[in-house]
């Protein structure tokens, strides 16, 4: 037990010992495992302990335990006491078992993405996308559909933590009143001096009404905002040609051509659902025209995977190549500011220019249908010039728009978390309220933020988890979970949501609004009555608005209108001229947020860490990508951990050898290798933080690699271990005949181009089996909108208790997935296209695996689903064999043993939780189908298409994945079985799949350039 | 016993000449004498204890493997997706074709009257049934819910189901466990006459009631070796289908598939004539150095070796001959899924399996063309151990190579055996070899009344119709004992 030695130390630290009797027991309150169970089991009881006055003998130990244990029955119960009390009526609406959907919205980064969230019996079990809010259409990210999963973690923060002297405290809530009320008292009379508060980046009116009324009570304090992440760029850019902040909207369905340079705007924007769907709409190439989009990047990102052409371009020659477009779009006879259209730092003849020539071509002939983007990671002046370039082709107010900042008095996000540290640094700052945020972790690796947070005495950190910067603060709090907590906050185009709680704070934790008001000492120290409030005095008063607002999400119409700035041509020629700078020579490193931990907040979620990366397929790790001549240059093969050295810091980072990257550029993903983040977060990839500094937040040049000879291995989803020449040319060869494409134009010329006769004019051997259902369920997948962003992977997680197995068992190729997005490159591995496939349970008809099972535990229903009985399963495995697409996902382990009870609650209570030793698969959401099915028959009405959907149809951001009724022949469904692109995978092994894959349509330019990119 | 005069060489093929099927002193009390001196030595010699503690240590690692993977799951083995079939699979085949030899040498050489078969038939069997007991025990512990098991025979239940009989590991429960059956019924029988010769010879009281109890009273009555003989044919012709569809049915698992590299109307045969090849290759492996320990020179002579060499080098041929026409057909079909398999078998990142098969298997036997390879027992014994690599290897090439990349590339992927995988397909060696050696110990392990008829002694020179099996109205022993021979 190691007691004694507890014990002796306690001694040694000269505690003061109460009574000479019980002398064992205060050595064992004295040791610090006892002392940290103790707060765990009883966080009340040791504050008592740790109370002089009531110093802990056996006879107050005993009264707090016996107290405990008669409140224990109230305790226990998560709901607050003066609301347990059973409905005397039931509530309207509400069926015991049936599922409630709620609106809400989720915040990341200060924009609100609108969610509905389900909940059964008082518990969210999954979330949505609001198809009233403007940022989601009804998508889901990843991301916000994982805040369920964080809701339930049981790592949360559970308890307020006072750190003072070494020692670790538990207060109460109300310690934290009085203490706000002290803080508020001692800066009062000081008129705030030394005062100073960080937040993350919000949106929320009420907190900025708060902020506003604390500035004014103490009008020196400073207020801080910061994101690791944040298109400050972009915002600084536009600044300076527009006079003021603006924040761009882009459209992606009015856009004929579209230029991304470094830009991820399918995937890494606040409105990346909305691009998504757009584009996901407008490239089924339905009415002959579809956009087309050029993309120029140093890491492969989905927004490249997507274009039709695509250049590999150190991150650093980003303006050079926009320079040299300008220079093609002013040669077309577009009048650009003087300075931007001059020059080209591109040779003839080399794929930038011609890239350009090609972007430029494309630009002049769509005019104002023309869009050049470009990314959060390019410098400001890029983003002006960019600003200039749209604004001369006419494209803002069509295809770009502007809205107002909702800031824009705030200072960009480095400069502000600098101005913090120096002030911590000189003593200027003396308190320092976190709310949000890891600075300790993310911050600007130069200013050494985690030593001047500790050395500052008077700090307090508002937080879900217990995290680096909670451990460095004399105060954390725990913070309400968005699911728990009353808001208000605003989409990315100014739409306002408020935010309900779906559950009583499982922690007892507080939003920022509320620490606000404490410190403000508000009367109502509530989050509800403060948004109510605020939304009151905004929106409209009285109940009909706010409920309104509840039941849609969104409130209508706040929207910011778009403007129509006036562009300071002398702003822009001096941006350009900054510009026409040769880019640094040498290896660039490219820091990049993660699709899936972003910063590194959802690191301790076990579906996203899971979730295979779009594009590397790597799951609980981020990796340094490299070229592969890069890789071969530097005798480094996938896995081997190199040194990353850049301004004479470094991290160590596994290799990831990755085809389509930019020669001479090395990527890695912020938001791992995270200290404090919990256990699920713990192992998971490195930390690239250290490297980071707020002159080089995105883009390190001149950053070296070197070996270190040690290895990792990398749990990919997909090529578990490092392909062999043979596989490759094997792989490269099938995959023509997987995912079949053709170019726009070759569409109207073939549109029966994915067809192939040999196989649907083939009569088989067998009688083609009779369903005798009332409906047939089919599946149609559009690979021409599918982006492969993996939504669909999570959503299907969450809907169907898909367990989470770990790095070691997904780099043994045992992860659960049901649907998976399949990841092909085609083509010269410089320069490589990419492909998705998304890879769900084909429920053939003529299924292989069910002849094959000995005791008939997979079956065929009469509405031609391919079921798994559960409980029949003896685990033989031979079905997943015998299953040509490898859909079938065996439990090699009870997956839920050692899954915590909150955890627990996310189940949806709908789908069985599998055991060990059972198969499982893609079930077309089967307890969606009979729910439909069930309501309406209820209603004694025929079923509508699209009533039914499954979660990753629902969640699909480009809608690629149609669900339906087959025997209806005028369902969605039906018409793409129809349709001229549907082609079955494999469909030479007569498995008759439900599931039909629409071509590929892509909309390159043609060698001559004749090419319409029309719309 | 006394010792063998002369070293015979009773491999010579004189025409009009029978070679001597026996050496040495044939007489009948001699064998009896050999044979029975070795089940009945009061105390088993330092090398069998040591043989058998290691044997009984890795019977008991077996077990505890296999307590380990119940109580943890399938997730123990290295098995994944898409390879979802691994060592258990294999150590199953490979066991079942161990156990094809027994049944061949017993049942297919006794109605081929293959009269040589009569020294070694009874240690073969015993093989076989300790083979398919080791084999028998993958599938049972391969599953993910071994508790449920018994679902796959067709038991009428509370819930109303049949198993699905269009699935091949249904048939693979039936062919498997009939062929344990009768194999079981085969030799036991077999074994009844010279049990009887133990109990009777019998000096303690203990093995007087326990070969008693198991010699089913056999008195060696005219009437007993009557039936004997009618029932032993009888199972003999039972038996014999059972080694041809024993093997198919196994291969059926994978053929009825549709994963390139198991589909493939090959199979069946290509599986029995490996079975056959393996089962023989095991026979040799056991029988070289037990014929040398217990100086059973004299009965099984190097014409018996030089025999099973033959049967090893024509099914050998076989099955490198279908390795070939595999590659064949996966070129000739035009089916580009199967044609990618072979190469990848033989180029792709499981080539060294495959080319370890390919040496042992179908390179390495053809030395038995030479006479000196069929004749030198240690030489033989050698490439007996390298087919019995190779036979195992053959399965791993087919089960893991085939799963690991199949139509989709986006699915492939890599099999790697854990430590509970190796310890228990060595564990399973425990198991045969712990039953191996109490046999040695405890059973005849020659069929002294079948040598018997075969014997010089036994006047089977002097006319067609002598010896067990010959002449099935006459009972030939019963004349023998009356008349003092």
Known sequence: MGLGADGMNASAGGRRVATRYWRSLQELVDSPQFRKRMEEEFPGLAAELDNPATAATRRSFLKVMAASLALAGLTACRWPKERIMPFAYRPEGYVPGVPQNFATALELGGAALGVLVKSVDGRPIKIEGNPLHPSSLGAATAWAQAAVLELYDPERSTTLVRREGGQRRVPTWDDFLAYAGAQMAAFESRRGRGFAVLSEATSSPTVQGLRDALLTRLPEARWYEFEPVSRDAERTGLAQVYGTPLRARFHMHRAQVIVALDSDLLYGHPEALRHAREWGLARRGEDGAMPRLHAAEALLSVTGAAADHRLALPAGSIAALLLQIAAEVARGGVALPTGVGSLSPFAAGSPEADFAARAARDLLRAGQRGLVVVGPGQPADVHAVVAALNDALGAVGWTVTYVADPDPGRGPHLEAIGELAAGLAEGSVEALWVLGGNPAWDAPAELEFAQRLAACQQTLHLSLYDNETSRLCRWHLPRAHALESWGDVRAWDGTVSVVQPLIEPLYGGRTPAEVLAALLGESAFSAYDLTRRSFAARWGSGEDPWRQALSDGVVKGTAWSALAPRLSVEAVAEAAARLAVPPARGRELVLYADGKVYDGRFANSGWLQELPDPITTLTWDNAATLAPEDAKELGVKHGEVVRLTHAGRSVEAPVCVMPGQARGVVGLALGYGRQAGGSVAAGAGVNAYPLRTAAAPHVLAGAEVQRTGRRRLLATAQEHHVIDTLGMAERGRRVGSLIREASLSEYQRYPEFAKNPAWTNARPLWRKIQFKGEHQWGMAIDLSACIGCGACTIACQAENNIPVVGRKQVANGREMHWIRVDRYFAGDPSDPQVRFQPMPCQHCENAPCEAVCPVAATLHSEEGLNQMVYNRCVGTRYCSNNCPYKVRRFNFFNNFAKVPATTRMVFNPEVTVRGRGVMEKCTFCIQRIEAGKIAAKNQRRPLRDGEIVPACAQTCPTKAIVFGDLKDPDSEVSRLHRHPRAYGILEELFTKPRTLYLAKLTNPADVAGEGEASS | ?485
């Open chain 2, 1 to 485: 016993m006394s010792a063998v005069p002369l070293r015979l060489d009773n491999t010579l093929e004189t025409p009009g000449e029978r070679a001597p099927l026996v050496l040495g002193d044939s007489s009948l009390a001699a064998i009896t004498e050999q044979i029975c001196e070795i089940a009945e030595r009061p105390r088993p010699s330092r090398g069998w204890l040591l043989a058998f503690g290691v044997s009984a240590s890795l019977t008991a690692v077996l077990f505890a493997m296999i307590g380990y993977l119940v109580w943890t799951g399938i997730g123990v083995w290295g098995v994944n997706q898409p390879v979802a079939w691994g060592f258990a699979i294999i150590n199953f085949v490979f066991w079942v074709g161990i156990g094809h030899a027994g049944t061949l040498i017993s049942a297919i050489l006794f109605l081929f009257r293959q009269k040589w078969r009569t020294s070694i038939n009874r240690f073969a069997e015993a093989m076989t049934i300790f083979a398919v007991m080791c084999a028998g025990l993958f599938p049972a512990i391969h599953v993910g819910r071994p508790w449920f098991e018994y679902w796959l025979a067709p038991l009428p239940n509370q819930m109303q189901m049949w198993p699905n009989f269009r699935s091949p590991l249904l048939w693979d429960v039936f062919a498997v466990s009939t062929y344990f059956t009768v194999s079981l019924m085969f030799w036991y029988m077999g074994m009844v006459p010279d049990l009887a010769t133990l109990r009777d010879r019998a000096t303690s009281k203990i093995r007087q009631i326990a070969y008693g109890i198991a010699s089913l009273g056999w008195r060696g009555s005219g009437r007993h070796w009557h039936r004997y003989e009618r029932a032993y044919l009888l199972l003999a012709a039972l038996a014999t289908p059972l080694v041809l569809s024993v093997h198919s049915v196994v291969s059926f698992d994978f053929a009825v598939s549709q994963l390139p590299g198991w589909h493939a109307t090959i199979f069946p045969p290509y599986f029995v004539a490996g079975a056959i090849f393996s089962g023989f290759a095991m026979v040799l492996t056991l029988l070289i150095p037990v014929r040398r320990i217990f100086k059973l020179e004299s009965l099984i002579t190097p014409r018996h070796l030089d025999n099973m060499a033959k049967i090893i080098l024509a099914t050998g041929s076989m099955v490198g001959y279908s390795y070939i026409i595999e590659f064949f057909i996966a070129w000739y079909s035009g089916n580009p899924y199967e044609s990618f398999t072979f190469l990848n078998r033989a180029l792709g990142p499981y080539a060294w399996s495959y080319w370890i098969m390919f040496t042992c298997n179908a390179i390495i036997p053809q030395l038995l063309w030479f006479k000196r390879f069929r004749q030198s027992p240690w030489l033989l014994l050698v490439i007996s151990i390298f087919v019995n690599i190779g036979m195992w290897f053959e399965r791993f090439v087919i089960v893991v190579t085939s799963l690991s990349r199949d139509f989709l590339p986006s699915s492939w992927g890599f099999y790697v055996p854990t430590w509970v995988d190796i310890l228990t397909l060595l564990g399973s060696f425990g198991l045969f070899f712990t039953f191996f050696l109490l046999f040695l110990r405890y059973l005849p392990i020659v069929a002294m009344a079948e040598v018997k008829s075969v014997v010089p002694a036994a006047g089977l020179e002097l006319g067609p119709h002598r010896g067990h099996g010959q002449y099935w109205g006459e009972i030939p022993h019963q004349h023998d004992e009356e008349e003092g021979r």
